[in-house]
């Protein structure tokens, strides 16, 4: 049964990816488990009474075989276990049930990404996008955008970034005033360095995140990272310090994660193209799971509840 599928009341069983797990203890000083629930079409919070392992945090990312009952808390989905136990390599199951991925052709995105970028018309910026495509562009093509708030699936990124560049090359032909080639490459590269800040499980969902991603995060992580490019290639100082700025600040305010406010045209720009896109994908994802003349649920990403109307 998908997690989609699961209404209060419903006894299930099945293969799962285990999230979030946490070992705690009731009031009563009971032991249990709590974690997450995921498949391809979402996740649900779960609990496991009375449970003191073997699975436990180190078990984040894996598959595991699972019966239980469906219901709710507080409004929400959630799920109680009654049996679990770690998938095992003859169990037969399939990875396409519990992995999702993202709904674009990703051999056809990544060569129009190529291509874009071969259209830049400043050989610096890029020189920088070229030398480090070649760095984390394998992993890029294949690793979600976010653990959960939006494009959390496999090919997440690409496909984040694809129409976040979409949206970048119709706004600098409508603005003469942007920097075409600076606008893509701080597009491309804003969240290149999730490739470092990401530690991904063998279905490459984000299993938790690495010692520089909680340290450094990766707005700085690919700062760093187009600044040793630049260096490297001889690129002129200010075009490098630009670039970096993209990055540093394409979260638009520090309460929301940059590490600067955006100072330049650009930059202004590419902070509202992520916000968007992130925005498009987290209603998607909530519509999905709404039906049709109704409100979701609070969602916790965007601090708010959605309607789905009728289109």
Same mark, same amino acid.
């Given at each position: 049964?998908?997690?989609? %599928? ?15 797990? /946490? ?46 009952? /469906? ?21 037969? !199951? ?15 995105? +990544?060569? +129009?990404?190529?291509? =874009? ?16 495509? $070649? /760095?984390?562009?394998?992993? !890029? ?10 494009? *959390? ?14 949206? /970048?090359? !119709? ?10 080639? =600076? ?31 909680? #340290? ?5 992580? *690919? ?5 040793? @490019?630049?260096?490297? #290639? ?22 929301? *994660? $940059? @590490? ?8 202004? =720009?590419?902070?509202?193209? %992520? #916000? ?18 109704? !409100? ?16």
């Amino acid at each position: 049964m998908l997690i989609h %599928d699961m209404k209060t009341g419903d006894r299930f069983e099945g293969y799962y990816i285990l999230q979030n797990i /946490a070992q705690r203890t009731t009031s009563a000083g009971k032991p249990f488990l709590t974690l997450n629930l995921a498949d391809r079409s979402g996740a649900v919070t779960a609990q496991v009474w009375d449970y003191t392992g073997p699975i436990g945090p180190a078990d984040v990312g894996k598959v595991a075989w699972i019966s239980g009952l /469906a219901s709710e808390y507080r409004g929400a989905p959630q799920v109680t276990v009654y049996r679990i136990r770690l998938a095992a390599e003859n169990d037969d !199951f399939k990875v396409s049930d519990l992995v999702a991925t993202a709904p674009i052709e990703m051999d056809e995105t +990544w060569a +129009w990404l190529l291509e =874009l970028v071969a259209s830049m018309e400043d050989k610096d910026y890029r020189a920088v996008c070229e030398k480090l495509l $070649a /760095a984390y562009g394998k992993q !890029f093509r294949l690793i979600p955008a976010a653990k959960s708030m939006h494009h *959390g699936f496999v090919g997440g990124l690409l496909m984040h970034t694809a129409y976040m560049l979409k949206a /970048a090359d !119709f706004y600098a032909g409508l603005y003469p005033t942007v920097d075409r080639s =600076l606008l893509l490459a701080g597009t491309l590269l804003h969240d290149f360095c999730k490739c470092e800040e990401f530690v991904t499980s063998p279905l490459g969902l984000v299993a938790e995140y690495s010692l520089k991603g909680q #340290l450094l995060g990766h707005l700085v992580l *690919g700062a760093e990272a187009a600044g040793r @490019a630049a260096q490297e #290639l001889g690129i002129p100082e200010e075009k490098s310090v630009l670039l970096q700025h993209m990055i540093l600040s394409h979260h638009g305010e520090p309460e929301f *994660g $940059a @590490a600067v406010r955006p100072m330049c045209i650009e930059a202004e =720009l590419l902070s509202y193209l %992520d #916000l968007i896109d992130s925005r498009m994908e987290i209603y998607t994802e909530a519509m999905e799971n709404t039906p049709v003349g109704t !409100f979701s649920g609070k969602i916790y990403a965007i601090d708010k509840k959605i309607y789905n109307h009728e289109r």
